[in-house]
């Protein structure tokens, strides 16, 4: 069974910055996409980040310079830096694994506890 564990999160404000970790059960990291997903009440959970296992990434435009993602394979863990955050980065933030690049789809259906961000002065 797939686990995800993410966590990192806080309270900070705006321009300041976090570092999220998720950690991930099983074989499946070392070879799967793997994102960043965070979520806010009311809206559908969106993809923030990705990483390939070659170590390609790339970002939605809402955090494109400002967040970089990176995994570590050997400890099947995968990072967020969030630098300069903005108020309407407050949002859970959960990681999976990325069926489609397209949709944003994950790849699992079970999804970890999510780490709540929350930017604000």
């Known amino acids: 069974q797939v686990q995800f564990v993410e966590s990192g999160g806080g309270v900070v404000q705006p321009g300041g910055s976090l570092r999220l970790s998720c950690t991930v059960s099983g074989s499946i990291f070392s070879g799967d996409v793997m994102g960043w997903y965070r979520q806010v009440p009311g809206k559908q959970r969106e993809l923030v980040a990705h990483?390939?296992?070659?170590?390609?990434?790339n970002y939605a435009n809402s955090v494109k310079g400002r967040f970089t993602i990176s995994r570590d394979n050997a400890k099947n863990t995968m990072y967020l830096q969030m630098n300069s955050l903005k108020p309407e980065d407050t949002a859970v933030f959960y990681c999976?694994?990325?069926?489609?690049?397209?949709?944003?789809?994950?790849?699992?259906?079970?999804w970890g506890q999510g780490t709540q961000v929350t930017v604000s002065s």
């Open positions: 999976n694994a990325v069926q489609s690049l397209w949709t944003g789809r994950a790849l699992y259906d079970s």
């Open positions: 990483i390939t296992t070659g170590g390609y990434t």
